[in-house]
C-alpha cells in the first residue's frame, strides 16, 4: 500500500464527504513540482487490485475535493483517482500564500497556462510510478478540460485515453477579444489584481436561459443542492487575478489551432461528454465542432455523448449515476 504524508483535511471537506467503501482508502500529500511549488493531491485508492488510473484536472475556481463521490465510486470499481488542486486553487492556493509564491486565482507569474499543463504531467508521472504498468486516462472537466487539449497535443504518449467534460471548441474572435480585454486590464490594474470585471464578462451571460435564476450559478447543475454547495464552499466562486484570464485566453486560442490539433495521435481514445444545457459548450454548439475537427484530424477513437437538459458540471446534475456508469463503461 502506498503511503504519503497526511495532509489535516480543512472543513472544507466535510461539504463533499462520501459514504466510503470499506475497500478503498483516501491519500492526501503535497507533490513539489520542478519548479519548487507544492501542489496539494488526493488519491482516491482501491485497497484490492488496481485497474488503472484516472488523472483529475479541475475546472476554474472550484478544487479537487469537490469530485468526492466520483473517486469513491472510481475505487468501488478497481480505478485511482489522481486529483491535484490546480496552482491559484485549493490547498495548492492556501500553501503558495503561506511561502508567499502565489495566491488563489493566479497560475503562475509567467506562461500560467503552459505550468498548468506541465503539472498534469508531473503529478501523473508519480502517479504511474506509484502503479507502474496500469492503464491511464486523464480526465478533465471546464478548464481542465482545455488543459487537457493541450496535454493530449504535447503528451499523449504518457496515457492510454482522455475524457473531456464541460468543455469547449474554438471560438476564435470572442477568445481574441477576450485576450485582448484581459490584457489591457493586467497592464492598467495590475496582472495580480482580480477582476470581477473580467468575472462579469466570462460569466454573466451564462444564466440568460435560466429564467428562474437566483443566485447567478444554477448554470453549473439542476441539482440545488450541490450549487448551493459551491456557493457555501470558500474555495469555489471567488475573483481570479487579470493574469488567469490572460492565460485561459491564450489557452483557448493556442490549443484550436489546427496546427496544434493535427498533433493528437488519431488512434488516442478520447470521450467527450457534453450537457445540452451548458453555456460553457455553446449549448452543444462549439462541442460538436471540437468533435468535427478531431474526426476530420482522423480521430478513430472518438466517442461523444451528449446529456439532454444537464447543464455544466454533470458529476454534479441531477444525472450523475447515469454519467458516472457511462466513463465506467468506457473506461
Same mark, same amino acid.
Given at each position: 500500500m502506498h503511503t504519503h504524508p497526511f495532509f489535516n483535511a480543512s472543513p472544507v471537506d466535510s461539504f463533499y464527504r462520501f459514504d466510503y467503501n470499506k475497500a478503498m482508502q483516501r491519500e492526501q500529500f503535497f507533490q513539489t513540482m520542478s519548479d519548487g511549488e507544492e501542489v496539494f493531491v488526493t488519491r482516491w485508492v482501491p485497497d484490492g487490485e488496481v485497474t488503472g488510473i484516472v488523472q483529475l484536472s479541475h475546472g476554474m475556481v472550484e478544487h479537487a475535493q469537490?469530485?468526492?463521490? %466520483? *473517486?469513491?465510486?472510481?475505487?468501488? &470499481? @478497481? #480505478?485511482?483517482?489522481?486529483?491535484? /488542486? $490546480? =496552482?491559484?486553487?485549493?490547498?495548492?492556493?492556501?500553501?503558495?500564500?503561506?511561502?508567499?509564491?502565489?495566491? %488563489? *486565482?493566479?497560475?503562475?507569474?509567467? &506562461? @500560467? #497556462?503552459?505550468?498548468?499543463?506541465? /503539472? $498534469? =504531467?508531473?503529478?501523473l508521472e508519480k502517479a504511474k510510478a506509484d502503479f507502474p504498468g496500469k492503464k491511464t486516462v486523464l480526465l478533465g472537466h471546464s478548464f481542465g478540460s482545455f488543459v487537457a487539449q493541450s496535454f493530449i497535443e504535447t503528451y499523449a504518449r504518457l496515457i492510454d485515453g482522455c475524457i473531456l467534460c464541460g468543455t469547449a471548441?474554438?471560438?476564435?474572435?470572442?477568445?481574441?477579444?477576450?485576450?485582448?480585454?484581459?490584457?489591457?486590464?493586467?497592464?492598467?490594474?495590475?496582472?495580480?489584481?482580480?477582476?470581477?470585471?473580467?468575472?462579469?464578462?466570462?460569466?454573466?451571460?451564462?444564466?440568460?436561459?435560466?429564467?428562474d435564476s437566483v443566485n447567478g450559478q444554477e448554470w453549473l447543475s439542476r441539482d440545488k443542492d450541490a450549487v448551493a454547495r459551491y456557493i457555501a464552499d470558500p474555495y469555489c466562486g471567488f475573483n481570479p487575478t487579470a493574469s488567469f484570464y490572460c492565460d485561459l485566453t491564450h489557452g483557448l486560442i493556442k490549443i484550436h489551432k489546427r496546427a496544434n490539433i493535427r498533433k493528437i495521435p488519431s488512434d488516442l481514445p478520447i470521450l467527450i461528454i457534453y450537457g445540452s444545457a451548458d453555456p460553457v459548450g455553446g449549448y452543444g454548439k462549439t462541442v460538436e465542432k471540437l468533435c468535427a475537427i478531431y474526426r476530420k484530424n482522423g480521430a478513430k477513437n472518438l466517442?461523444?455523448?451528449?446529456?439532454?437538459d444537464a447543464r455544466h458540471e454533470l458529476f454534479n446534475e441531477i444525472n450523475k449515476a447515469e454519467v458516472e456508469s457511462d466513463v465506467l463503461l468506457w473506461l
Open positions: 469537490r469530485y468526492e463521490r %466520483f *473517486g469513491t465510486v472510481l475505487a468501488e &470499481n @478497481g #480505478f485511482v483517482l489522481n486529483a491535484h /488542486d $490546480v =496552482r491559484g486553487h485549493g490547498k495548492t492556493a492556501e500553501r503558495a500564500a503561506e511561502k508567499h509564491s502565489g495566491m %488563489f *486565482g493566479l497560475l503562475a507569474d509567467k &506562461n @500560467g #497556462f503552459e505550468r498548468a499543463v506541465e /503539472d $498534469v =504531467r508531473e503529478v471548441g474554438p471560438a476564435f474572435v470572442l477568445t481574441a477579444f477576450g485576450n485582448i480585454v484581459a490584457r489591457v486590464i493586467a497592464f492598467f490594474k495590475g496582472k495580480k489584481r482580480a477582476s470581477p470585471f473580467l468575472k462579469q464578462m466570462a460569466f454573466g451571460a451564462y444564466t440568460k436561459k435560466i429564467p466517442t461523444v455523448k451528449k446529456y439532454d
